[in-house]
């Protein structure tokens, strides 16, 4: 995992496309810059933050286009509950995809819907980066800013170790600060038949 990132800025995006493609599973891409400044000393967080979103949003065009043309292959009743899903998104479709690429949300059932509905890619393209940059570049700008305290207190493979502590503490806090608890009330929300 750490040898992506010693490549430079070019193994950044190639780590930052790796994780995104993972679906359903990916670590929150503000925790990943943040990690990503942490370890590559002496790297611009804002061209981390730039390089993250746009593996990020590569990956996640990725799910898209296969939602897109997977869903010719998807048994009737699954098409038909992720159409409803993207239906009711109607024309929110875009507020939300950017409100979830612009947060820690899971951002692959909204994906996986706007696929299947054939949302304009586009747009999504647009938008999807559009949200992801703001939260990669305050990711990248947050492990920057604690970068040095880390290094002083802990050394150099201190902060390695505790880059991947804070990167799970993140996410715990993220989820349990009822982040999940909203997503799954909207998501149901546009789910009931």
Do not use: C
């Not at 909204?110 to 570049?137: D, E, H, M, W």
């Not at 880390?150 to 990167?167: H, K, M, P």
């Amino acid at each position: 995992m750490f040898d992506w990132i010693g490549l430079g800025y070019i193994g950044v995006l190639i780590f930052s496309f790796l994780v995104n493609m993972l679906p359903f599973s990916s670590p929150s891409n503000m925790v990943l810059a943040a990690f990503v400044v942490t370890n590559l000393q002496g790297s611009s967080p804002f061209i981390i933050g730039v390089l993250v979103a746009i593996g990020s949003t590569l990956a996640k065009t990725i799910h898209y286009f296969i939602s897109l043309y997977g869903s010719k292959v998807l048994n009737d009743d699954i098409k038909k509950r992720l159409e409803n899903y993207g239906l009711k998104l109607g024309g929110m479709g875009a507020v939300v995809l950017f409100l979830t690429a612009a947060s820690p949300i899971p951002d692959d059932p909204i994906i996986v819907a706007l696929g299947v509905v054939k949302y304009n890619p586009v747009k999504f393209l647009i938008i999807f980066f559009s949200g992801k940059i703001l939260i990669t570049t305050a990711g990248a700008l947050m492990g920057n800013a604690l970068d040095p305290i880390l290094t002083g207190i802990f050394g150099d493979i201190g902060t390695a170790i505790f880059s991947f502590v804070l990167t799970v503490l993140l996410t715990v806090v993220l989820v349990k600060v009822d982040l999940e608890k909203k997503f799954k009330n909207f998501w149901n929300k546009f789910s009931k038949n």
